[in-house]
């Protein structure tokens, strides 16, 4: 039951993210960045398998940007859910979320 409600907590969480790093099916990082509140961007869910399958539908449906990229999705995965992003991979981040946030700007013209 516990796992059940981590799982359920980890796709409602998609849905608030500003993207979805996939590998491509087999693991899943929902990432956010709130400039007031954080100094660099944090995991707010991470799956893989099945859970992952489940965070990439909940994304689709909510109009999440979905990004794949292997090495990132290894790296990210490996934080805990609610850590902020560690600074070597500030980089590559920053050049998803640029993405994601021009990908949704794209989409609400």
Do not use: C
């Not at 899943?28 to 539908?57: S, T």
């Not at 490996?78 to 590559?92: C, M, N």
Request: aromatic fraction near 4%; hydrophobic fraction near 45%.
């Amino acid at each position: 039951l516990h796992r059940e409600i981590l799982e359920h907590d980890a796709v409602e969480q998609v849905r608030s993210a500003d993207v979805l790093v996939v590998n491509p099916t087999h693991l899943a990082i929902a990432l956010k960045y709130d400039a007031d509140a954080n100094e660099a961007p944090e995991v707010l869910a991470r799956g893989q398998d099945g859970l992952a399958q489940r965070m990439i539908e909940a994304a689709r449906q909510a109009g999440v940007p979905i990004f794949r990229d292997v090495p990132l999705a290894h790296a990210l995965h490996e934080l805990e859910v609610g850590e902020e992003i560690p600074e070597r991979l500030y980089d590559a981040v920053a050049a998803v979320l640029q993405a994601a946030w021009s990908e949704r700007e794209e989409s609400e013209r």
